[in-house]
């Protein structure tokens, strides 16, 4: 048991597989990696239940409350993951986590290879589709570092999230979330890709595992060589240049959200770079 504001809060009986940590290589193919359904806190490397009737008692006070002063972005990729959010916060970290419904849109792979080599993914607009993901609730400082881990203003915008709804009863106000500048990328007859590993509900695109995209990806980058997947990873892994020319490759392939839901915020942050 963990207490938090006097309520006890009990680790999940698998919280071992989910915060297992995994290579270089896995960290591209695994993406967008596993989490569990609903409520969480990750507190000092821990991972524990939470349910609505905890939140309610460990939020009574608004402004001492554990959501309190926290901004809430939407995860939609491995930032749902306890393992994502571990490497990027560390084991001292204290992260709230509330189960959400994204409508509207689907989770789609991006048209951008990330600087671990996974494609990574993004919302892309698709009436009657629901997703359930998650929202985490970053203090000031977690948000910059999260700013700096998705590349803002390079890779991916900070915007306003227009269709979430929570799962959890919580306090009324914007959900922010994180836009692929790139758009995301061609699968085939001018229309995207789902994650196959995120599940929606009435998804109306194809889906497509990692290394479906991997290949996807090479192919449309013209780089379908005879490198096996692992060392394709491994070399863009190594090679910010070799990133960065397949990125630039992709742009024919890339497509934009036609007025999309959610709206772009200004962010200006130092550090991104080394996420790029």
Not at 10 to 25: G, H, K, N, T
Not at 50 to 65: K, S, T, Y
Not at 97 to 123: E, M
Request: net charge negative.
């Amino acid at each position: 048991m963990f207490s938090i504001c006097g309520i006890q809060l009990r680790e999940m009986s698998d919280a071992a597989s989910y915060l297992a940590p995994i290579s270089e290589v896995d960290r591209a193919c695994k993406y967008p990696y596993d989490a569990p359904e609903g409520g969480f806190v990750l507190a000092s490397g821990r991972l524990l239940n939470l349910e609505q009737a905890q939140l309610d008692q460990m939020d009574e006070d608004p402004h001492r409350g554990v959501l309190a002063e926290r901004t809430p972005v939407l995860s939609v990729g491995s930032n749902r993951a306890p393992v994502q959010l571990l490497r990027k916060f560390g084991p001292d970290s204290f992260l709230p986590v509330t189960p959400a419904r994204l409508h509207d849109c689907d989770i789609t792979h991006a048209a951008i290879l990330g600087y671990y080599a996974a494609v990574p993914c993004t919302a892309f607009p698709s009436p009657g589709t629901i997703v359930d993901l998650n929202v985490v609730w970053l203090d000031d400082y977690q948000l910059a570092q999260m700013h700096r881990t998705e590349g803002i203003n390079v890779a991916y915008d900070f915007v306003v999230m227009e269709t979430v709804e929570h799962q959890f009863a919580v306090r009324a106000g914007p959900v922010f979330g994180y836009a692929a500048r790139a758009g995301v990328l061609d699968c085939g007859d001018g229309e995207p890709a789902g994650l196959s590993a995120i599940q929606s509900h009435g998804r109306i695109f194809k889906t497509l595992t990692q290394a479906d995209a991997n290949a996807k990806l090479r192919e449309l980058a013209k780089v379908d060589d005879d490198r096996s997947m692992i060392q394709f990873i491994t070399e863009m892994q190594a090679d910010k240049s070799a990133r960065d020319a397949i990125i630039e490759r992709l742009r024919p392939h890339a497509i934009q959200a036609y007025k999309p839901p959610w709206q772009v915020q200004a962010v200006n942050i130092d550090g991104a770079d080394a996420y790029l």
